[in-house]
């Protein structure tokens, strides 16, 4: 029978992962504090955008009131027309809300001056670019989203620079 030897054994690790949960686990409030704040955002944009739509909905019911009394050759053209405007208007509006949530110029429902700035930036290159001010919205939308800061995007020339650079 083999005789047995007593033998110490010493294990040695390095703890790598202690300092990263703790890291980790620091972040977690502030993350939870962006989460609950941009799903309030999100909320108040879709309650402003309900609330738009609720009152060109009025629009388009007393624009057929009105159509019902002309003929029908008139009233097509005039309710085509109608509908295209209310559908641009509230596709604009959801563009710039957006715009407003990525930039944070729109905070717990209150507008800055910088987003009244940027929405008219967006009617103005609309109307004097190729684009419409709804793909100027968007593409102000995608460069909050990059992480633009609204001193960037409001530079004089900046958006109109980026259009013309698209453009070509």
Same mark, same amino acid.
């Given at each position: 029978? %083999?005789k047995r030897?007593p033998?110490?054994?010493?294990i040695?690790?390095?703890d790598? !992962?202690?300092?990263?949960?703790r ?8 993350l939870?504090?962006?989460v ?9 944009m ?12 009025k *629009?388009?019911s007393?624009?057929?009131?009105v159509g019902r009394?002309?003929? *029908?050759?008139?009233t097509a ?6 509908g %295209?405007?209310i559908k ?6 959801r563009?710039?809300?957006r715009?407003?949530?990525l930039?944070?110029t !729109?905070i717990g429902?209150? $507008?800055s001056k910088?987003f009244?700035k940027?929405?008219?930036l ?6 004097s670019t190729?684009?419409?001010?709804n793909? $100027?919205a968007?593409a *102000?939308? $995608?460069m909050?989203?990059q992480?633009?800061k609204?001193?960037?995007i409001?530079?004089?020339g900046?958006v109109?620079d980026?259009? %013309?650079?698209?453009s %070509?």
């Amino acid at each position: 029978m %083999a005789k047995r030897i007593p033998v110490n054994l010493v294990i040695t690790g390095v703890d790598r !992962i202690s300092k990263v949960m703790r890291k980790v686990t620091r972040s977690f409030p502030k993350l939870s504090r962006q989460v609950r704040r941009t799903s309030t955002m999100f909320a108040i944009m879709q309650k402003k955008t309900e609330k738009f739509r609720r009152s060109m909905s009025k *629009l388009g019911s007393k624009m057929r009131n009105v159509g019902r009394s002309m003929t *029908l050759g008139l009233t097509a053209p005039i309710g085509l027309v109608g509908g %295209a405007i209310i559908k641009t208007a509230i596709d604009f509006q959801r563009s710039i809300n957006r715009v407003g949530a990525l930039t944070r110029t !729109i905070i717990g429902g209150k $507008v800055s001056k910088d987003f009244l700035k940027l929405e008219k930036l967006a009617l103005s290159l609309g109307s004097s670019t190729e684009f419409s001010a709804n793909q $100027v919205a968007d593409a *102000l939308a $995608v460069m909050g989203q990059q992480g633009l800061k609204t001193a960037t995007i409001l530079k004089k020339g900046f958006v109109g620079d980026i259009l %013309a650079l698209a453009s %070509a």
